[in-house]
């Protein structure tokens, strides 16, 4: 049941090219895993959890698609006039084929089956499944949008990292230094955590260490509102909106620590001139 990336321009049947050129384009927000023994359609809104049909080898499974969403929100990957896409599990297509439902309850998601036979999944091992929704949902997105690279590159590094993938959310850089600040999502199946890395230009070094557990991967977008470096001080911000405040009013903010400790943390490394900004501010 091998499906590769290289395969990506056979695995799906697009939306119609008019459709995607009126919709305005939207940041990626989420993606959800379901299961159909049958097609997702206009009329059946049957769409189950996955586990009944196609087993997971553990309840974060579905951790897969945040860290996908995420990494490619880090990106700048947008959909065409949606932002949640869930992704139905069905043995009614072909393995590999993705084609877009004709559910619509909600005009921010979009629906996409994708055929997977249920013997072939269940003869994979843990890490086997892990990369092969990985392909699968890059089936699906390519469905609704064609930016081929960005999604091989992203799939690239769920499989490389897999629960480790660190993202992005939000980066400070001067002629001196900079500061990166990064989450895991359920790393290992424990609890999300972010993190906060510096890079002393003028010594060459660079540190990382733990800001904060997480006990909501996406807490971090609220918790990261700025970034100010003082007095030997790093201090992340929260946003200063009322809808901000009803998830990190549950956190000691600001966040801060000292340049020092992070530049003595574990791990720390001498280095060259860092690598340009993946990416740059992201709002949630």
Same mark, same amino acid.
Request: charge should be neutral; charged fraction near 25%.
């Given at each position: ?89 069905? *043995?009614?297509?072909?393995?590999? /084929? !993705?084609?877009? =439902?004709?559910?619509?309850?909600? #005009?921010?998601? $979009? ?75 359920? *790393?290992?199946?424990?609890?999300? /955590? !972010?993190?906060? =890395?510096?890079?002393?230009?003028? #010594?060459?070094? $660079? ?78």
């Amino acid at each position: 049941m091998e499906t590769t990336m290289a395969s990506l321009g056979q695995r799906h049947r697009s939306v119609p090219q008019h459709s995607r050129m009126n919709a305005k384009p939207k940041l990626i927000a989420d993606i959800r895993y379901y299961e159909n023994p049958g097609r997702t359609e206009f009329g059946n809104v049957r769409h189950d959890s996955l586990g009944t049909l196609y087993s997971i080898p553990f309840r974060s499974f579905g951790a897969i698609g945040d860290r996908f969403a995420c990494k490619l929100r880090e990106r700048e990957f947008t959909l065409p006039g949606f932002d949640h896409l869930y992704v139905i599990l069905t *043995p009614a297509l072909p393995p590999g /084929i !993705a084609e877009p =439902s004709t559910l619509n309850m909600d #005009a921010r998601i $979009r629906y996409v089956d994708v055929g997977l036979v249920l013997d072939q999944w269940d003869s994979l091992d843990d890490d086997a499944k892990h990369d092969h929704i990985v392909d699968l949902t890059s089936f699906a997105i390519n469905a609704f949008d064609g930016t081929a690279d960005t999604l091989a590159n992203v799939a690239a590094d769920l499989k490389r990292y897999r629960s480790k993938l660190e993202i992005i959310v939000k980066t400070k850089e001067t002629s001196s230094y900079r500061v990166d600040v990064s989450f895991q999502i359920r *790393p290992m199946q424990e609890q999300s /955590i !972010a993190f906060v =890395s510096y890079t002393d230009k003028r #010594a060459g070094q $660079r540190g990382r260490t733990t800001l904060t557990k997480l006990q909501s991967a996406n807490d971090v977008y609220p918790l990261c509102g700025s970034i100010a470096v003082r007095d030997n001080t790093i201090t992340i911000k929260p946003r200063s909106s009322s809808r901000a405040a009803t998830i990190t009013d549950k956190y000691n903010v600001p966040l801060s620590v000292a340049v020092d400790a992070v530049l003595a943390a574990h791990g720390t490394e001498q280095c060259g001139e860092p690598e340009p900004p993946m990416t740059r501010d992201l709002e949630s």
